[in-house]
């Protein structure tokens, strides 16, 4: 089955350390992009990749960093630059270069202790 | 600045009636609209898109109206069921150069629907 795969579902961290979330797909997607949700908020882009080894800055993409080493990958890690970072993540991907709908990760909650 | 505006926070509808869930843009750029519907704790499903080229699109028992002139889209949703009580997502693309279309969402309106 193809989809995109999101690791793990809950994460929690101590405030001060880096976290890592995982983003995988194979739907063989050139775009590929991270959001945060927060209540109330909706969904706000934090980083996006277009190709391999490029990637751009959202709306808010302070007190995070990403890579695309692979193009099946999109790790996102959370610094402790973010002063807030409990939220819940989602990644998503998207046929590159065409108006076209994006697939959804399960999405990963990430809890600061 | 909020580009995609969802106005109402909920809504709630007798199971059997239509569902409207209203959506506003100010970007006159974006070309391509879409609907989504998530569940608490998961990610969220495409339900149904339109082109700026349109004014309607239907899917069994999802419809999306788009007036560029006022700038608003809506979802219809004949007749709503309870499985559809969720929050639905209004998201708008334009063209960001390099081949690369971003997707600005909405806050999204939690739809309940009364058994």
């Known amino acids: 089955d193809g989809g995109i795969t999101q690791s793990p579902k809950y994460l929690f961290r101590k405030e001060g350390q880096n976290v890592t979330l995982s983003c995988e797909q194979n739907l063989n997607h050139d775009a590929m992009y991270w959001y945060r949700q927060d209540p109330g908020q909706g969904l706000r882009l934090i980083y996006y990749?277009?190709?391999?080894?490029?990637?751009q800055k959202g709306d808010i993409a302070e007190g995070y960093s990403v890579s695309r080493e692979k193009k099946e990958s999109f790790p996102l890690t959370v610094t402790s630059a973010q002063k807030n970072p409990t939220a819940f993540y989602l990644c998503?991907?998207?046929?590159?270069?065409?108006?076209?709908?994006?697939?959804f990760g399960q999405g990963t909650r990430l809890t600061v202790v | 600045d909020q580009q995609v505006k969802q106005n109402s926070p909920s809504l709630s509808v007798q199971e059997g009636r239509i569902s409207i869930l209203n959506c506003d843009y100010t970007n006159s750029m974006f070309d391509y609209f879409l609907w989504y519907k998530k569940y608490p704790a998961e990610g969220p499903t495409f339900l149904i898109s339109i082109s700026s080229i349109k004014d309607k699109n239907e899917d069994g028992r999802f419809t999306v109206f788009l007036n560029k002139s006022a700038k608003h889209l809506s979802l219809h949703i004949v007749p709503s069921q309870p499985g559809d009580s969720a929050v639905y997502f209004c998201a708008a693309s334009v063209y960001s150069g390099a081949g690369s279309y971003q997707l600005t969402f909405g806050k999204g309106t939690k739809l309940s629907v009364i058994p």
């Open positions: 990749s277009q190709i391999v080894n490029d990637f």
């Open positions: 998503a991907s998207r046929v590159r270069g065409m108006n076209t709908e994006a697939f």
